[in-house]
């Protein structure tokens, strides 16, 4: 990898970004009540999460071991607990019984062991009856759990499920000058891994965060309501954890940002070795590649240790300071149980508290990194949704039904690089149902033409017409079918032989085997196994070259064009399967406007012109047998394939 493309992965790298959020409200927005929902739910959920633990206290505190039985006269003489009255010994007004393990107070009544056992019969009904609640809050919390939980992930992965069909749908309308300079291979991990890493950032970042920012500001607040000097005592280490976390973003963020960068390199190299292994294995340069990779995974190890470090520092640093605050919490608050001015509900109740308020930091680690990576993925990934579409659609079209087969270059000059050009002020005509083949070095400009037709590329100066109307006043995928392009290297896609004739597309399979048997191609696919239903491996590996180029003439005379793009379709074909070639292009040609890119000059001889083309310009224009009395560059080119 360049030191460009070094740079570029370090400057995506960010902790958090409200623009990219902000662009990504165009497809959060759609599902604003799923979203909303799940955020009620959440909240539901939450509440239950901090509301188990008091009830744990009350039941304690006030039913298991209650440090005093309040007692109330009535005006009946009698003394009422929890509402139910109770016919006692004694009639001291306002009196209050205290548990025999309580030192007497002034006016406290001891109740007799049947009176204190009928007293705590209620009491264990209580804790029933609060048990069966903290069940069934249970249950609730785990059902509602489950429905955020789904809900959320559904929303996170429709979300990435339109943010990816658009992503792919730009990329469709990219010209191939973007391709040109784009590794593929980024392009793929934009599409598959950036987006999971946007799904994980809904389902684990974002609504979890407001979630650990209740849990804390709860736990808070009802420590706060319980205990006001314990709780200071419990929070006492939060300023070393605020220190603790500021310092593990700054190291973590370089930490990431370095590890991304080497595996950038990795992925590069692997991909380039993979590419090539053939070239590697015939020059033997299988070490020397090896050690180049090693170099760059021991960088990447290096990087991951330096990593895993900061982590690995990080949450046992906050478990630490956890353990501390928990200690000072059993330290002070069993000094207050001892000494009867704390409960032990309230103690029990704190230790849950603070351990609700520490997870989220133990979760920071992990949530940093998702974070993280889902900014750089989004970041990238807007990136390219950024990228302007060069070859501009015509706003308003003019309609194409069907091509006469008229086409003329007028002055066109064209250059892939701004100051190179490769055409210059090339001018011709080819009238309708003509055959006018290119012929010319290498870089000569004849596949640049093929190229300009399509408007894979626009042109910076000139007019390309097609019956007398500029291309660009066509709507570019409308002009697109109505060409076909048969190029030297076929490109076929995994699936069977008729899906790569038809593309994918609905055309009867008696159509496709009449255009099979017309170009030839039937000859070797009816000796297959299964014939058109026979599958075609990765790019067609299993097939020969001429296979391929057959497959090729099939597929571009099944969609009935009205021109015809030939781009040295017979270079690298053996003599016996170039006459079945040969053969099927006499066929296809006829009646329609078709432009042929040839090596071999044998090929073209019954064109109807033939433009010979030299350093972007045309140097020569006619008939073969015109451009052989000319003796000059064709000439030249018929002389050294042929004596």
Do not use: C
């Not at 799904?199 to 804390?216: C, P, R």
């Amino acid at each position: 990898m360049n030191t460009h493309n070094n740079y570029e992965e370090q400057q995506i790298e960010k902790s958090f970004d409200i623009n990219l959020i902000k662009r990504l409200n165009k497809y959060t927005k759609k599902f604003f009540i799923p979203l909303l929902i799940s955020t009620v739910l959440l909240l539901s959920v939450t509440a239950i999460d901090l509301l188990k633990p008091y009830m744990i206290k009350i039941v304690i505190d006030d039913h298991i071991s209650p440090a005093k039985i309040f007692l109330q006269e009535d005006k009946a003489g009698k003394f009422k607990y929890d509402n139910i009255s109770y016919s006692l010994g004694n009639k001291d007004s306002k009196i209050y019984v205290a548990d025999q393990n309580l030192i007497r107070e002034e006016n406290t009544y001891l109740l007799t062991d049947a009176e204190y056992r009928s007293l705590r019969e209620l009491n264990i009904s209580k804790v029933y009856f609060l048990t069966l609640m903290f069940f069934i809050i249970l249950i609730l919390g785990f059902f509602l759990d489950y429905t955020q939980i789904y809900l959320l992930n559904f929303v996170g992965q429709k979300i990435v499920f339109d943010l990816r069909n658009d992503l792919f749908s730009h990329l469709e309308k990219m010209s191939l000058s973007y391709y040109e300079k784009t590794p593929i291979g980024r392009l793929v991990t934009r599409v598959t891994n950036d987006m999971n890493n946007i799904s994980e950032m809904y389902t684990n970042v974002i609504v979890t965060f407001l979630k650990d920012f209740l849990i804390i500001i709860g736990s808070i607040i009802i420590m706060f309501s319980l205990n006001v000097k314990l709780t200071l005592i419990a929070l006492s280490t939060v300023p070393f954890v605020v220190i603790s976390s500021i310092i593990f973003r700054v190291k973590a963020r370089k930490a990431y940002r370095a590890v991304r960068v080497k595996l950038a390199k990795i992925n590069a190299t692997l991909s380039e070795n993979i590419s090539g292994i053939k070239i590697i294995q015939i020059f033997n340069q299988e070490k020397n590649r090896f050690d180049k990779f090693n170099k760059i995974n021991n960088e990447h190890l290096e990087a991951s240790k330096r990593e895993i470090k900061i982590f690995a520092i990080f949450r046992p640093s906050v478990r630490f300071i956890y353990s501390i605050s928990l200690a000072l919490l059993i330290f002070y608050g069993g000094k207050g149980i001892l000494g009867n001015t704390l409960e032990f509900g309230v103690l029990i109740a704190f230790t849950t508290y603070v351990n609700l308020f520490f997870r989220p930091i133990f979760d920071l680690t992990e949530k940093f990194n998702i974070l993280q990576a889902a900014m750089s993925s989004l970041e990238r990934i807007f990136l390219i949704f950024d990228e302007p579409e060069t070859i501009k659609n015509s706003t308003n079209p003019v309609p194409l039904e069907k091509i006469e087969g008229t086409v003329e270059f007028r002055n066109v000059w064209f250059e892939y690089k701004e100051g190179e050009p490769v055409l210059r002020d090339v001018s011709f005509k080819a009238n309708p149902g003509e055959t006018i083949a290119f012929v010319g070095a290498t870089g000569s400009g004849k596949t640049t033409i093929m190229n300009l037709l399509t408007r894979m590329y626009d042109i910076q100066r000139g007019d390309i017409l097609i019956d007398d109307i500029n291309i660009k006043d066509y709507d570019k995928y409308v002009l697109r079918e109505r060409i076909s392009t048969v190029l030297q290297d076929v490109f076929l896609f995994s699936g069977d032989i008729k899906k790569n004739i038809s593309l994918y597309n609905n055309i009867p399979i008696d159509e496709i085997r009449s255009v099979a048997e017309y170009v030839n191609a039937s000859n070797f696919i009816e000796k297959l196994d299964h014939q058109y239903d026979s599958q075609v491996t990765e790019r067609g590996s299993t097939l020969s070259q001429g296979q391929r180029q057959l497959l090729s003439f099939a597929r571009a005379l099944v969609f009935k064009p009205d021109l015809l793009i030939l781009d040295e379709a017979t270079s690298s074909i053996d003599t016996e399967t170039e006459s079945f070639i040969q053969d099927a292009i006499e066929k296809i040609i006829k009646g329609r406007t078709t432009f042929v890119v040839a090596h071999r000059l044998s090929t073209i001889k019954n064109a109807d012109k033939i433009i010979v083309l030299h350093k972007g310009k045309i140097r020569e224009s006619g008939t073969h047998d015109e451009l052989l009395k000319n003796q000059g560059i064709y000439y030249n080119l018929y002389q050294l394939q042929y004596q």
